[in-house]
């Protein structure tokens, strides 16, 4: 029972947060026009940061609705982290990609791109954390910039957990550097 008590309490906190972030609808938004980039079709792009939302496959959700009247066709999930959060990312894919949509999930993706906050937080190893940087520097080009190699189609949806961290820092990057 002792040896229990530490990954079941760390499940309940994540539990815990999961429910403020999403029962408390905690959706910490905002938006930063990106006249400099354009969608194919040549309108600026617009880049809404967030952290996870409610019923993303719910009709009257903010998720749909960044979808539907936001134009979002390119959201890239920047959380890795432990909280349970598989229901929520097939939600957001599900609504997404009704409107051909294209979906960037980091937990899925390599290393690197999966743990640069914990490499840029944590590492000691200058090698490593030249890595995360790196990473940080491709997840921006490949999925937010360039999502396939070419212009977005529509606006881009970035979020993590709580959207203040992750989100944060790769939205304030992309501000500075674009505007």
Not at 17 to 32: E, M
Not at 96 to 113: C, I, N
Request: hydrophobic residues 40%.
């Amino acid at each position: 029972l002792a040896r229990a008590r530490g990954p079941l309490r760390k499940a309940m906190m994540w539990r815990l947060v999961r429910a403020l972030i999403i029962a408390g609808d905690q959706n910490n938004f905002d938006v930063v026009p990106l006249p400099a980039l354009r969608t194919a079709a040549g309108r600026p792009v617009l880049l809404f940061r967030s952290g996870l939302t409610p019923r993303p496959d719910q009709p009257d959700s903010c998720f749909a609705s960044l979808v539907g009247a936001g134009g979002v066709r390119h959201v890239v999930n920047l959380y890795a982290g432990p909280m349970v959060t598989a229901d929520l990312e097939q939600g957001e894919r599900k609504t997404l990609e009704a409107r051909a949509g294209r979906y960037f999930l980091a937990r899925q993706a390599s290393p690197p791109m999966q743990r640069w906050r914990e490499d840029l937080r944590d590492a000691d190893d200058p090698a490593v954390h030249e890595a995360a940087v790196a990473a940080v520097a491709q997840l921006i080009n490949e999925q937010i910039l360039r999502p396939g190699g070419a212009p977005p189609q529509g606006n881009v949806h970035v979020h993590c957990g709580g959207g203040m961290h992750r989100t944060g820092m790769v939205v304030g990057v992309v501000d500075r550097c674009l505007n």
